[in-house]
C-alpha cells in the first residue's frame, strides 16, 4: 500500500502526558497537512509543510502542539501536556504541487483520560 | 465561522431510494472536493471538481459544481446500504496551497 501512513491508530494517554504521532506520506507528495477532527465535526486544518518547511499554521495549534518535517519526508506531531480537549482523531494529508487533492491516511486516534 | 454549510446534517433512508445532499458555502473555491468517511476511518477522497458547472458521475453517485464555484451536491441513485457513512464536503481557496475547509459532514444510513 503507498497510501498515506499513520502510527498509532490509537492512543490512550493520562492527562498532562506527553505524545507524539508520525504520518508517512505518499511517497512523490511534497505537500504535508495535518488536521483534527472530533466526533459529529469536519476536519480542521492544522498546520502545513511544503517539503521540510512549516508554511501555516492555524490557531488551533497551540504552544503545546509541535509538528516537525526533518527531511522532508515523513512528519511527527507532538502534544505536550495533555488535556482532555485534545482527544480527537489526528489525520495527516498529503498532496503533490502541482495537484488538486488532498490524500488522508486513516488518522491516530487520542484519548486523554 | 464554518464557511462551508452541509445539509442535512443526518439523512436515513431505505434501499433503492435516491437521495441529494448539498455544500453550500458564501465563498468560492477554486476546487471542491467530495471525501466518504467511515467511523474510526480517515476520509477517503470520491471526487475533485475544479469547474463551475461541473458534473461528474461515479456509478450511482453524480456530483456537481455550481456555476459561481460557491456550492455542491451529490446525487445517489438507487442507494444500497454501502453507501451508508459520512459525506464531506471540502473546499480549497488556493489550489497551490491545498489547504482546504471541510463541512461538517452528511451522515448517511442506507437501510436494507
Known amino acids: 500500500d503507498t497510501g498515506v501512513s499513520q502510527d498509532p491508530r490509537h492512543k490512550i494517554t493520562k492527562r498532562g502526558q506527553n505524545v507524539t504521532f508520525r504520518c508517512d506520506p505518499i511517497?512523490?507528495?511534497?505537500?504535508l497537512y495535518w488536521y483534527r477532527q472530533t466526533l459529529g465535526q469536519g476536519p480542521e486544518f492544522l498546520t502545513y509543510?511544503?517539503?521540510?518547511?512549516?508554511?501555516?499554521k492555524s490557531r488551533l495549534l497551540s504552544d503545546r502542539f509541535s509538528a516537525e518535517r526533518p527531511k522532508g519526508s515523513f512528519s511527527t506531531l507532538e502534544i505536550q501536556r495533555t488535556e482532555q480537549g485534545d482527544s480527537a482523531m489526528y489525520l495527516c494529508?498529503?498532496?503533490?504541487?502541482?495537484?488538486?487533492?488532498?490524500?488522508f491516511g486513516e488518522g491516530s486516534w487520542l484519548t486523554v483520560v | 465561522t464554518q464557511l462551508l454549510e452541509q445539509s442535512p446534517q443526518f439523512l436515513s433512508i431505505q434501499e433503492g431510494e435516491n437521495l441529494t445532499v448539498y455544500c453550500n458555502s458564501s465563498?468560492?473555491?477554486?476546487?471542491l472536493q467530495w471525501y466518504r468517511q467511515e467511523p474510526g476511518e480517515g476520509p477517503v477522497l470520491l471526487v475533485t471538481?475544479?469547474?463551475?458547472?461541473e458534473v461528474k458521475k461515479l456509478k450511482r453517485l453524480t456530483f456537481q459544481f455550481g456555476d459561481a464555484r460557491k456550492d455542491s451536491s451529490l446525487h445517489i441513485t438507487a442507494a444500497q446500504p454501502g453507501d451508508t457513512g459520512l459525506y464531506l464536503c471540502?473546499?480549497?481557496?488556493?489550489?497551490?496551497?491545498?489547504?482546504?475547509?471541510f463541512g461538517d459532514g452528511t451522515t448517511l444510513t442506507v437501510k436494507p
Open positions: 465563498s468560492v473555491f477554486s476546487s
Open positions: 509543510f511544503q517539503n521540510e518547511a512549516q508554511l501555516e
Open positions: 494529508a498529503s498532496k503533490s504541487t502541482g495537484g488538486n487533492t488532498i490524500y
Open positions: 471540502a473546499g480549497a481557496r488556493d489550489t497551490n496551497a491545498g489547504k482546504s475547509t
Open positions: 471538481v475544479v469547474t463551475g458547472g
Open positions: 511517497s512523490e507528495h511534497n505537500r
